[in-house]
């Protein structure tokens, strides 16, 4: 399965996605599109799913052309892309993440929902950078970093907008591990058939027990939050 922004293909009993739109891997109306397809698709026939990018871009986050196309647009690719997240986040298979390079806002987003995170080490920049651009942190997104950053660093991550670097972001616990970029896949691929060795019945409930309550609340809590976003 190859569309122009994503390559799927089953290696083993491994899904591997990569995401690659040619420039900053933006969430894009297709790159949602063809992760949903992805996903959906890798739950009927794999154990485990690796998410990458490209060397140097893992992902940008939400595509800037549509949110600044005006509110309603917005809306709509903040909504999908809010589906997309908790999808990642809830999937019943292990997911393992490949950050390739930068990952800011949303993409900083996608890493949190991964079950386990390997960042390439090098000049590469993960946070987000919501307040210094003046807009307040979503719901979703402070949930999200709730749940996975370190309490001591949970502030300086949200509030004070800090990015960091793979090193200080594994510390952070934006990602579990830093190695070479050649070695990145090599670490996922392994991570994820460890991961995909482990009873698949009693991965998917455990994943419900561990992040439904913070799904619920989300879903919630989502769209009175955005409307809150947009008009402000």
């Known amino acids: 399965m190859t569309t122009d922004v994503l390559t799927y293909t089953l290696e083993g009993t491994t899904a591997v996605l990569r995401m690659d739109d040619g420039k900053a891997n933006a969430l894009s109306d297709a790159m949602i599109d063809a992760l949903m397809a992805a996903l959906d698709r890798a739950e009927k026939?794999?154990?485990?799913?690796?998410?990458?990018?490209?060397?140097d871009r893992f992902c940008a986050g939400f595509d800037l052309k549509v949110m600044m196309s005006g509110p309603e647009n917005a809306k709509a690719?903040?909504?999908?892309?809010?589906?997309?997240?908790m999808k990642l986040?809830?999937?019943?298979?292990?997911?393992?993440?490949?950050?390739?390079?930068?990952?800011?806002?949303?993409?900083?987003?996608?890493?949190?929902?991964?079950?386990?995170?390997?960042?390439?080490?090098?000049?590469?920049?993960?946070?987000?950078?919501?307040?210094?651009?003046?807009?307040?942190?979503?719901?979703?997104?402070?949930?999200?970093?709730?749940?996975?950053?370190?309490?001591?660093?949970?502030?300086?991550?949200?509030?004070?907008?800090?990015?960091?670097?793979?090193?200080?972001?594994?510390?952070?616990?934006?990602v579990d591990a830093v190695a070479p970029p050649a070695d990145v896949m090599g670490k996922a691929m392994e991570e994820a058939a460890r991961l995909g060795g482990l009873s698949r019945t009693a991965y998917a409930a455990t994943k419900v027990r561990l992040r439904g309550k913070t799904i619920r609340h989300i879903e919630d809590t989502l769209q009175s939050d955005m409307e809150s976003i947009l008009k402000g």
Do not use: F, W
Not at 45 to 55: D, K, T
Not at 77 to 85: H, I, V
Not at 135 to 163: G, S
């Open 89 to 174: 986040y809830g999937v019943p298979l292990p997911l393992v993440i490949a950050c390739t390079g930068h990952a800011l806002a949303g993409g900083a987003l996608v890493l949190l929902t991964g079950d386990v995170r390997i960042a390439a080490s090098g000049a590469y920049r993960i946070g987000l950078n919501e307040v210094s651009i003046g807009l307040p942190v979503p719901v979703l997104a402070m949930e999200l970093a709730r749940d996975r950053i370190a309490a001591a660093e949970l502030a300086k991550a949200t509030l004070q907008a800090t990015i960091y670097a793979p090193e200080d972001a594994a510390r952070a616990g934006y």
């Open 45 to 55: 026939e794999a154990s485990a799913i690796v998410l990458a990018g490209r060397p």
């Open 77 to 85: 690719l903040l909504t999908r892309g809010s589906a997309l997240l």
